[in-house]
Every structure is written in structure tokens, then in C-alpha cells.
């Protein structure tokens, strides 16, 4: 079966974030985190934009074992030899080197032209692998890069080397079908691209992130990068959890397979969350507070009865223990029941008749019951009984 690779990029990627900066020893933190939850790769950081992230970048390629690390560096001969400076501390290190291969990003940003880029690219390559056994290239806005001039950089990546070519829809414009459609025509088109690692890397800036990397799946590619929580430049990067959930979850759909310890993934979202200061949305695929938590009669009433019928991943895949009943004003007598007997209380008949009555005229005002008016209500009833 298929293995993709996660490549992590919360601490490069992710850490663009507006308004996110963590310390050394919290990216070190992370990367330890990543390391349980066993990704594939981490991208560290970008080693020459600060020496704080070249600091991180090497401490975590000295400490962290497991996972390739991997430092993020432009086309130019001195990022790349900053970041190998920085990796080189690893047992696995790689050198990640990108540049604008669309024509809005050589005219307008670079002010270069398509041949200067093209060479550019193929002796980056050439450097970093005459420093580094492990490569990555990634062509930056490469789904608004015209097909043709695309096939031709990467042939030239190739040619030079890489051992990854990453294929990156920078701004989040692309959609699933028009991606995988463009990834298989660039294979046709680049045919050394089959004995490298296709990777795909999608913005959020439409919200098909995610849907945009299982299509890059479908199209062939085996790795995914993506970042913790879905943080990243502007919307965000494609969010690990729900690419790994979706990958094992629907392996039935889309036959690969993922190294990931998806047990770790509740810890490593809540960490993130705490360092960054980017709060999770409750209604958060995967790891949102409400993922698993059900609050109508009816949903209640199937998940006490069988989880599949309203559960099509379980909290414990995702180190999630405990009650996933929320009691609010659309939950049934059975959840209620169920709830009391997890506080030590057995209800019956009227004393239980009654108590709902009172926890619906609570849930009524309340938005949340919690576990002491449910303790008051129980003790209430059982000793009026
Ligand atoms: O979004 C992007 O294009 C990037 C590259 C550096 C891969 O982050
Ligand atoms: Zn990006």
C-alpha cells in the first residue's frame, strides 16, 4: 500500500501567522510533540530570516529524532548554505529551496524573467544536493504557472537532483479537480518526476485546502504538507489533523497508508493552540471541543445505543478520553441518564421523570449544564425519593 509522508510545517509555515512568534525553546517543544506524533518531516523554520530561527532550526535538528528536519531556504547560494548549517545537526537532514515560477511572481515580485528563473532553480539544486543528500524544491505559485514553463522547471529540478518536488498551490486558488487533473498532466509532461517524491502544499484561502491535498492524493502525490490546526500564512495551510483523519479514516477510499500516532493529535493541537495563542474553533473538524460531542435527543440517543451511528472516527483515535454527551436544552432522558450514572447517581422511573423535567427547565436558561447542576438536581431527587 501507498505510505505518504506528512511534512509538517507548523514552526515555518505556520509560524508566518500573523501575529504568531515563538520562542526557541517553545518551537523545540513543538518539534519534540511533532516527533510523538510521529510526522514524517518537520520543517523546523526559515534558518536565514533571523537568528532566532536559525537557532531553532539547529537545536532541533540536534535534538529531535525520528523525523527528517528540513530548513527552508530561497534560491540564493547563501540561504542555502545557512539552512545546511543549520540541518546538518540531524540524522536526517534536508535542504528546502523554493522560488515564483508563475509569471505574476518572476515579472512582479522577483522583476526577473522565465530563463533566469529556470537556472536559477536547477543550480539552487545543484547546491544544496552537493551539501545535503536530501532535497526539496518547491516551485512557489506553481498552480498559476503556465503548464509548459512549469514541466520545464521542474525537469531541470529534477535533472539537478531533487529528491522532493513540492508543488504548491501558494495563494489557494486552485480546486480538487482542476489540481489532480494538473498534477497527472505534469507527470506526463515531466516523466523523472515518477522516481521522485511528488508533494503537494495548499493555502486555505477558499477554504479546499484540505480537499486540494486529497485530490493531490488521488493524482499520485506522497507527501502531504501541511500544518498543526490548519495555522499558516493568511488562511492557513492544509491542517494535518484532518488530512491524517481523513487519510485513515477513509482508507477504504483512498488505499494509502500514514505513519502518524493519531492518538497524539489532541495533545499536539492543544500545545499548539497554548504556544500560539490560536484558539481552535469549536466546531473544528478532528479536533474542534465539539468534534465529538452530540447534543440533540436523537444523536444522543444513537451513540448511547451504537457510536457508529452518529461517530465515524472515535475520540480515543484521537487521545480524547472521557463523555462526548453534551447536555444542553435538545438532549434526551436516556443522555441524561447516562450522564447521572457516570456522577455515581441511578435514576429511575419518577425520581428520572422528574429530574429531567428540571434539568430541561435548567437547559431551558443555561447554555451549558454542567456536572455540579446535574450533582444538584441528582441529589435533590434521590433524596426527595
Ligand atoms: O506557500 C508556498 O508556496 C510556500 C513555499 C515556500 C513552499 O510556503
Ligand atoms: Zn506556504
Redesign the pocket.
Known amino acids: 500500500m501507498r505510505r505518504i509522508q506528512i511534512f509538517d510545517t507548523t514552526l515555518r ?1 505556520g509560524e508566518q501567522s500573523p501575529g504568531i512568534s515563538l520562542s526557541v525553546e517553545e518551537k523545540v517543544e513543538i518539534a519534540h510533540q511533532l516527533a510523538r506524533l510521529k510526522v514524517d518531516v518537520i520543517e523546523a523554520g526559515f534558518p536565514i530570516t533571523s537568528e532566532g530561527d536559525f537557532e531553532a532550526v539547529s537545536r532541533i535538528a540536534s535534538e529531535v529524532e525520528g523525523p527528517v528536519i528540513a530548513g ?1 531556504a530561497r534560491i540564493h547560494q547563501e540561504d542555502i548554505e545557512r539552512a545546511w548549517e543549520a540541518v546538518r545537526w540531524s540524522r536526517r537532514p534536508r535542504i528546502h529551496t ?1 522560488v515564483g515560477t508563475s509569471d505574476l511572481h518572476i515579472e512582479h515580485q522577483m522583476r526577473s524573467t522565465r530563463e533566469e528563473i529556470l537556472s536559477g532553480a536547477a543550480e539552487a539544486v545543484r547546491l544544496a544536493k552537493s551539501l545535503c543528500e536530501n532535497v526539496e524544491f ?1 516551485p ?2 506553481a498552480t498559476r504557472t503556465d503548464i509548459g514553463y512549469l514541466a520545464e522547471v521542474v525537469a531541470a529540478a529534477v535533472e539537478a537532483g531533487a529528491d522532493v518536488i ?1 508543488i ?1 498551490d ?1 495563494v489557494g486558488y486552485t480546486t480538487p479537480a482542476e489540481f489532480a487533473a494538473f498534477l497527472r498532466e505534469l507527470k506526463e509532461r515531466v516523466p523523472g518526476l515518477a522516481e521522485r517524491v511528488l508533494s503537494v ?1 495548499c ?1 486555505d484561502d477558499l477554504g479546499m485546502a484540505v480537499a486540494n491535498s486529497l485530490a493531490g492524493v488521488e493524482a499520485g502525490a506522497t507527501q502531504v504538507e501541511v500544518a498543526v490546526n490548519g495555522i499558516g ?1 493568511r488562511a492557513g495551510n492544509a491542517s494535518l489533523e484532518e488530512v491524517v483523519m481523513a487519510l485513515v479514516t477513509r482508507k477504504d477510499y483512498y488505499g494509502v497508508e500514514v505513519g502518524v500516532e493519531t492518538r497524539q493529535l489532541a495533545n499536539t493541537s492543544r500545545m499548539v493552540s497554548n504556544m500560539t495563542g490560536y484558539d481552535v474553533p469549536p466546531n473544528k473538524a478532528v479536533v474542534g471541543r465539539n468534534a465529538f460531542l452530540h447534543e440533540s435527543g436523537i444523536h444522543q440517543d444513537g451513540v448511547l445505543k451504537d457510536r457508529r451511528t452518529f461517530e465515524i472516527m472515535k475520540p480515543a483515535d484521537i487521545g480524547l478520553e472521557g463523555t462526548n454527551i453534551f447536555l444542553g436544552k435538545h438532549s434526551g432522558r436516556h443522555a441524561l441518564k447516562e450522564a447521572l450514572a457516570d456522577l455515581g447517581y441511578t435514576l429511575e422511573g419518577e425520581t428520572l421523570k422528574r429530574a429531567f423535567k428540571r434539568f430541561k427547565e435548567l437547559a431551558d436558561h443555561k447554555k451549558t449544564v454542567t456536572a455540579a447542576d446535574l450533582e444538584a438536581i441528582a441529589a435533590d431527587e434521590v433524596g426527595s425519593f
Request: hydrophobic share 35%.
Open positions: 509555515d527552508l523554493f518547491s512557489m505559485d513540492n504548491a501558494t502544499h493555502h500564512e
